[in-house]
C-alpha cells in the first residue's frame, strides 16, 4: 500500500515538473549557463597555458642566443677548455637540463653532461628532424620549428630548443680556423630547459579557475532559479488561477497585474479579453433571447429535425397550425404520409451540407390541404457535422388558389383572343412593340409567336407605309384601310386595321384587329380586267381535278376515322397524327395549287430551305405506294444517300414528283389497256444521283411513249394526251414552274412506243 502510494506521489511530483515553466526555463537557464561557463573556463586554461608555453619558448630562445654569444669567443679563438667550462658553468644552474653543441655529422662535441661528449646524435631524430627532412638540410628555421617537448629523466616535461652556428666572417678568414667558406652551418647549439615548475604553475592556475567555475555554476543558476520564481512564476500563478475562473464562466473576477513588466501588460491584456469575453456572452445571451422571440413568432412554421427526420423542435406558428407534434416524423405529422417524401430537401441537406427549397402538399391541423414552400438550411456542429436540419415553410395556399383562378382567367381570355377569326395584335403606341398576337396572326402573317415578339407593329407593314402609320392618334378609337402588309419572304398583303387603346397594369396598349383584304382587292382589279376573267374561269374548270388528289387523301382519312369509330375501335395516337398531319398536308398542297394559279404570268418569291431530294421522293411514296400497288406497279428505287442537300421546297417538290409519278401510272395503264395479249409488266424506275455540282432525279416508266409532237407541248398549260375528264394538262405545268422556280430544270426524253424519261435537275 505504501509503495503504492510512494508511486502515485512520484508520479504527481514528475506531472508537476513536466508543467512547471518555471522549472523549465530554470533548467533550460542552468543547462545554457553551464555551458558557457565550462566553454568559456575550457577556453580560458586552453589559453593560458599556451601563452605559459610560448613565453617559456620564447625565454629558451633567448637563453639559448645568450649560451651562444657566451661561447661565441672561445668558439672563435678555438679554446675547448674554456668552452667546456662555459657549457657546464651554464648547465648547472636550476632548471637547465643539458647543453650540447655537436656538428652537422650528429658528433656532440661539447655537453654539459660529460658522458655525451664524442657521442652521435640521430640525425632522424626529434632535434635533427627539423633540419634534415630533406635531402639537403635547411639553414634557416623558425622558432616555432627549432623548438620540441619531451620528457626529462625524472619523468617531467623538458622544452628542448636547438641553434644553428653558422659560419661567420670572422671563423673563415682567421688564421687558427680550417673551416672553407662555403660551409654555412658549422654545427648546432641544443639546449633543454624543464618545464617541471611552469607545469606546477598552470596546474595551479587551473584548480583557481575551477574553483571560481564550480562557484558560479552553483551560485548563479541558483539565483535566476529564484528570479524567475518570483518575476515569471508567481505572476504567471496568478494568470492561470484567472484564466480558469474566466473559463468556468466567471466573467466577473478582475486580473490584476502585480509586476510592471511584459507580463503585467499580458495580465492587462487577459483583463481586456474577460471584459470583451463577458461583453459578447451577454450579447450572444441577447442574441439568443432575440433568436428565440424570432423563431417563436416568425410568420412561418420551422420545424428542427434530426437525421431519422424526427421533430426535436418548432415555433409556435407550427404548433397552432398543425399542433404539438414534438418526437413525431415530420412526414406523417404534418405531411400526412406513412414514408418520407420522394423528393426530400431535408434529406438533400444531411447529405450535401448545402440549403435546399421545394414545394409541397401537407396535411393541416384539419387535415385539409395546405400548400406550403419549404426552405432547409443544416445545423453543423464544431467539426462541421450537420446534426440536425431546420425547415422552414411558408403558407402559399392562398396564392395558388389565386393562380388557379388566374389561370382560368387568362384561359378564358386566350380562348377569346385565339378564337376570333381575325388576327389581333396588342402593341404599345410609343414604341410599337408587340406585347402579343392571337394564332389567327400567327396562321395568317407566317410568323411564330416567337418573331411577333421580337418585332415592332411598323416591321409588319410595308416601308412605304410606315410614316403614315407613325402619325396615326393611336390612343384613340379608329380605322384604317387597304394597309399594306408583308408576310415572311415579302409576300404582300392588304389589310383594313380597326383599333382602340386601353390601359392594363399601368401601362397604356393598343389592341388592334387586321382582316385581310388582299384577294377582294384583287378580284375587283380582276373585274376591271375582263380579259383575265376568261382565262381564271378556264383554269379553275381544271383546278377540281387537280384537288382532287389532295381531297382523296382527306377523304380516305376521314373514311378510316369514321369506320373506327363506328367499330368503335381504339387509334393509336401515332396513327392519329399521322393522318392528322396528311390531312394538314395536303390541305396544305391544294392551297398551294391555287396559289400557284394566282401566280400564273408573274414570278412571284419562292421560299427557299435545306432540302435533301430522296426525303421528297419518299414523302411521295407516302401517299402513293398503295394506289401503284392496286395498279400492279413494280417500283424500282435507285436513290444515291450521298447527295447533298439543295434549296427548295418539301411540299412542292414532292408535287413534282407527284405529278410525274402519277402521268407514269396513267402510260402504264393506258398501255396496258390497249395489250391484246400476254400480261403487260409495268416497271417504274426512279432514281438520284449527282452529276458535277447538280443534283438529278429521273421517273422512268415502261408505258407507250410520246410523240416528238406530243414532248413539244408537254409543258404547257391545260395541253393533255388524255381523254376528255381524265386531264387537264396542269401537272407537268405546275411542275416545270416549280422547278424553275428552285433554278432547276426537267427535260423528258421519250420515244414514241419505248422507254419514257423524265429527268430533274436542280443546282
Known amino acids: 500500500m505504501s509503495q503504492a502510494i510512494s508511486n502515485r506521489r512520484n508520479r504527481r511530483f514528475m506531472r508537476t515538473i513536466r508543467k512547471s515553466l518555471s522549472l523549465k526555463l530554470s533548467l533550460a537557464a542552468a543547462l545554457i549557463f553551464t555551458g558557457a561557463v565550462l566553454t568559456f573556463t575550457y577556453y580560458l ?156 604553475e598552470i596546474h595551479a592556475t587551473k584548480n583557481k579557475i575551477l574553483f571560481f567555475a564550480g562557484l558560479f555554476l552553483l551560485g548563479v543558476p541558483a539565483i535566476m532559479a529564484a528570479c524567475i520564481m518570483y518575476f515569471v512564476n508567481r505572476p504567471i500563478s496568478r494568470l492561470v488561477s484567472a484564466t480558469k475562473q474566466i473559463a468556468s464562466g466567471d466573467y466577473d473576477q478582475e486580473v490584476v497585474a502585480i509586476t510592471d ?285 387537280e384537288l382532287n388528289q389532295p381531297l382523296s387523301v382527306v377523304k380516305t382519312a376521314a373514311s378510316f376515322l369514321r369506320k373506327k369509330i363506328d367499330r368503335e375501335e381504339p387509334v393509336s395516337p401515332d396513327i392519329l397524327r399521322t393522318l392528322a398531319e396528311e390531312m394538314d398536308n395536303q390541305v396544305d398542297r391544294a392551297s398551294q395549287i391555287i396559289t400557284h394559279l394566282r401566280q400564273f404570268g408573274r414570278k412571284t418569291d419562292i421560299r427557299k430551305v435545306n432540302v435533301q431530294v430522296n426525303d421528297c421522293i419518299r414523302g411521295t411514296f407516302q401517299v402513293l405506294g398503295r394506289q401503284l400497288e392496286v395498279h400492279g406497279i413494280k417500283v424500282e428505287l435507285a436513290l444515291d444517300e450521298t447527295l447533298p442537300f439543295i434549296r427548295g421546297d418539301t411540299n412542292r417538290l414532292e408535287q413534282v414528283f407527284l405529278n410525274l409519278i402519277m402521268n407514269a401510272r396513267d402510260a402504264l395503264d393506258d398501255k396496258a389497256a390497249r395489250a391484246t395479249g400476254g400480261q403487260v409488266e409495268k416497271i417504274l424506275r426512279i432514281s438520284s444521283y449527282r452529276e458535277g455540282n447538280q443534283v438529278v432525279a429521273t421517273v422512268a416508266d415502261t408505258g407507250a411513249g410520246m410523240s416528238e409532237a406530243v414532248k413539244e407541248r408537254i409543258f404547257e398549260p391545260f395541253y393533255t394526251t388524255k381523254p376528255v375528264g381524265k386531264g387537264t394538262g396542269l401537272g407537268l405545268s405546275i411542275s416545270f414552274g416549280i422547278v424553275r422556280d428552285y433554278d432547276g430544270t426537267i427535260q423528258v426524253e421519250s420515244t414514241e412506243g419505248s422507254l419514257a424519261l423524265q429527268e430533274v435537275a436542280s443546282g
Open 45 to 200: 586554461v586552453l589559453l593560458q597555458e599556451g601563452q605559459a608555453f610560448e613565453r617559456m619558448v620564447l625565454n629558451a630562445s633567448q637563453f639559448s642566443s645568450t649560451v651562444k654569444r657566451s661561447a661565441h669567443y672561445s668558439m672563435l679563438l678555438n679554446q675547448r677548455d674554456s668552452l667546456h667550462k662555459i657549457i657546464e658553468a651554464i648547465g648547472a644552474q636550476p632548471g637547465v637540463e643539458n647543453i650540447r653543441v655537436f656538428n652537422k655529422t650528429g658528433a656532440i662535441m661539447f655537453s654539459s653532461q660529460k658522458a655525451e661528449i664524442g657521442t652521435h646524435v640521430d640525425l632522424q631524430a626529434e632535434a635533427c628532424y627539423a633540419c634534415h627532412r630533406r635531402d639537403r638540410p635547411l639553414e634557416r628555421l623558425s622558432t616555432s620549428d627549432r623548438s620540441r617537448v619531451y620528457k626529462g629523466s625524472t619523468g617531467h616535461r623538458v622544452v628542448g630548443m636547438i641553434n644553428p652556428i653558422y659560419n661567420e666572417p670572422s671563423c673563415w678568414e682567421a688564421s687558427c680556423h680550417y673551416h672553407p667558406e662555403t660551409q654555412t652551418v658549422l654545427g648546432v647549439l641544443d639546449i633543454g630547459l624543464s618545464l617541471e615548475s611552469l607545469d606546477q
Open 261 to 545: 513588466d511584459e507580463i503585467g501588460d499580458l495580465a492587462g491584456s487577459f483583463d481586456e479579453m474577460r471584459r470583451n469575453i463577458r461583453e459578447q456572452a451577454e450579447a450572444l445571451q441577447k442574441s439568443k433571447e432575440k433568436y428565440q422571440i424570432l423563431f417563436e413568432e416568425v410568420p412561418c412554421q420551422i420545424s428542427v429535425q434530426d437525421r431519422d427526420f424526427r421533430i426535436i423542435q418548432v415555433n409556435r406558428v407550427f404548433t397552432d397550425r398543425f399542433g404539438d407534434r414534438l418526437g413525431e416524423y415530420c412526414y406523417w405529422a404534418y405531411k400526412g404520409r406513412n414514408e418520407k417524401c420522394e423528393v426530400c430537401p431535408v434529406e438533400q441537406t444531411f447529405q450535401d451540407g448545402q440549403a435546399h427549397s421545394s414545394e409541397e402538399v401537407v396535411a393541416g391541423k384539419d387535415r385539409s390541404a395546405v400548400h406550403i414552400l419549404v426552405s432547409t438550411s443544416p445545423i453543423v456542429d464544431e467539426s462541421a457535422n450537420v446534426v440536425a436540419a431546420i425547415e422552414m415553410s411558408t403558407d402559399i395556399t392562398q396564392v395558388r388558389r389565386l393562380e388557379q383562378e388566374l389561370k382560368r382567367s387568362e384561359e378564358k381570355y386566350r380562348t377569346i383572343f385565339n378564337s376570333d377569326p381575325n388576327p389581333i395584335f396588342v402593341f404599345t403606341p410609343d414604341t410599337f412593340e408587340i406585347l402579343d398576337a392571337n394564332d389567327r396572326a400567327v396562321e395568317d402573317y407566317g410568323f411564330s409567336r416567337e418573331d411577333f415578339l421580337g418585332k415592332t407593329f411598323l416591321d409588319l407593314a410595308d416601308p412605304a407605309e410606315r410614316d403614315r402609320l407613325r402619325h396615326v392618334t393611336w390612343r384613340e378609337k379608329g380605322a384604317l384601310y387597304k394597309v399594306k402588309h408583308r408576310r415572311p419572304g415579302g409576300q404582300e398583303m392588304l389589310v383594313n386595321i380597326r383599333f382602340s387603346s386601353l390601359q392594363s397594369l399601368g401601362r397604356n396598349i393598343v389592341i388592334a384587329t387586321t382582316s385581310d383584304v388582299t384577294e377582294r382587292v384583287r378580284t375587283e382589279e380582276q373585274l376591271i380586267q375582263a380579259g383575265k376573267m376568261a382565262t381564271l374561269g378556264e383554269m379553275s374548270a381544271g383546278v377540281a381535278h
